[in-house]
């Protein structure tokens, strides 16, 4: 509540920087900027991420240092005025491609813990639609293990996995990628991509023998149940945002 927004972006050479928006959190300025505009904040960057999920400081630089405009792109909440000594790392969202479509999958969403809760999270995830949008991409996915509640709160709702392209892209042609995972993501789309309840039977073709439904599933899909899990086993959400 003691939040106010005054989103002002503004478009240059670049079309993306139609996005660069500028928020006023308890009066001071924030923006969002690419990583690898700001190869300065790298370390920050490395730090506020490892204080939140571990690896080594190697790793991580490795990872920070695939920014680009060709994807991935990893955004920085910054505070403060632009390149003086006391600007500030806020944030980060790490954002890749999603094969066969125009969807953004989002990743690596954190916020200082010191400074959670004062809506920081929200004018990352918002400069993340704004970058999304003006890159000319349609929707967002992402997975959570806990965080389905805050992702449901800005609009995010309940979907199928999707295949995101990742670190991939470097290695392989991007054509390629997509002509494997065409098929697989026109199905999903094309039948709203929204959580699989097992519910779609196609109509029974006229002579043929009546097959009886499958069974329905224990439980429908809500933001405490999920049917998907990740590679460790552990339940995860998987969720989209039509921008
Ligand atoms: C998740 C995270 C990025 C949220 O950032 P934040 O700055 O604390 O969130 P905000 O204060 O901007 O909250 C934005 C809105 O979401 C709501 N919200 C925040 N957390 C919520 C939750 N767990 N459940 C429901 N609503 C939530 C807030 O009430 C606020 O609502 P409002 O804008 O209508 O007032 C932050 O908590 C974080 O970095 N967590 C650790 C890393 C992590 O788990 N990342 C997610 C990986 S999937």
Redo the contacts with the bound molecule.
């Keep these: 509540a003691c939040i106010s927004l005054n989103f002002d972006h503004y478009v240059d050479s670049c079309p993306w920087r139609v996005c660069r928006c500028d928020g006023d959190v308890r009066g001071s300025s924030v923006h969002i900027v690419p990583l690898h505009e700001r190869w300065d904040m790298e370390d920050a960057c490395a730090e506020l991420l490892n204080t939140?999920w571990q690896r080594s400081m190697g790793a991580r630089l490795h990872s920070l240092r695939q920014s680009s405009a060709n994807y991935p792109v990893c955004l920085l909440l910054l505070e403060g005025e632009r390149r003086v000594p006391n600007e500030k790392l806020i944030?980060h969202a790490r954002i890749s491609r999603v094969l066969g479509s125009r969807s953004l999958f989002v990743e690596s969403?954190?916020?200082q813990s010191e400074?959670?809760?004062?809506?920081?999270?929200?004018?990352?995830m918002e400069g993340v639609e704004r970058y999304a949008r003006a890159r000319g991409c349609s929707r967002l996915c992402?997975t959570?293990h806990d965080?389905q509640?805050?992702y449901a709160?800005?609009g995010f709702v309940q979907s199928r996995p999707v295949q995101n392209v990742g670190t991939l892209a470097s290695l392989v042609p991007l054509e390629l990628l997509h002509k494997f995972c065409h098929m697989a993501e026109s199905d999903a789309e094309k039948s709203g991509g929204s959580a699989d309840t097992g519910r779609h039977t196609p109509p029974p073709l006229s002579n043929a023998p009546r097959v009886p439904p499958p069974p329905p599933p224990l439980l429908p899909p809500t933001l405490e149940h999920t049917p998907y899990t990740d590679i460790r086993g552990l339940p995860v959400f998987w969720m989209h945002k039509d921008i």
């Design positions: 939140q944030g969403v954190v916020v400074l959670r809760g004062r809506g920081y999270g929200r004018i990352l992402l959570t965080k509640h805050f709160h800005l």
